[in-house]
């Protein structure tokens, strides 16, 4: 075995191995904080400023871009989420803060 294919041989079993023994997807959880810091700023009860709020709110509610990364509906799509279901219900707690405040608790 030359050892340009045992480096791939080891490194492609290594990965299969990491993939096996570790569910958790560091990715995934780093873009769930992004969605639910953002989430948090926009409706949440702590005081914050309100250019964070605003800017909050305008990244959740804009328009859906699935193709540009880290945008909101991309993100929600790399979640496994319905970015216009979700965008749709944020609206609703918009009017409605009191429903939403029990909800972020679990965001916490």
Same mark, same amino acid.
């Given at each position: 075995?030359?050892?340009?294919?045992?480096?791939?041989?080891?490194? %492609?079993?290594? $990965?299969?191995?990491?993939?096996?023994?570790? &569910?958790?997807? /560091?990715?995934?959880?780093?873009?769930? *904080?992004?969605?639910?810091?953002?989430?948090?700023?926009?409706?949440?009860?702590?005081?914050?400023?309100?250019?964070?709020?605003? %800017?909050?709110? $305008?990244?959740?509610?804009?328009?859906?871009? &699935?193709?540009? /990364?880290?945008?909101?509906?991309?993100? *929600?799509?790399?979640?496994?989420?319905?970015?216009?279901?979700?965008?749709?219900?944020?609206?609703?707690?918009?009017?409605?803060?009191?429903?939403? $405040?029990?909800?972020?608790?679990?965001?916490?």
């Amino acid at each position: 075995m030359s050892n340009i294919s045992a480096i791939s041989y080891f490194s %492609s079993e290594y $990965q299969d191995s990491q993939d096996v023994q570790s &569910p958790i997807k /560091p990715e995934r959880n780093l873009l769930a *904080a992004v969605l639910s810091r953002a989430i948090c700023d926009a409706f949440g009860s702590a005081r914050c400023e309100r250019h964070i709020t605003r %800017s909050a709110r $305008q990244w959740i509610f804009s328009d859906l871009t &699935p193709k540009i /990364p880290f945008s909101f509906a991309w993100i *929600a799509l790399q979640l496994d989420l319905d970015p216009k279901f979700l965008q749709d219900n944020l609206r609703m707690y918009e009017s409605n803060t009191d429903d939403i $405040q029990e909800r972020l608790s679990f965001l916490r």
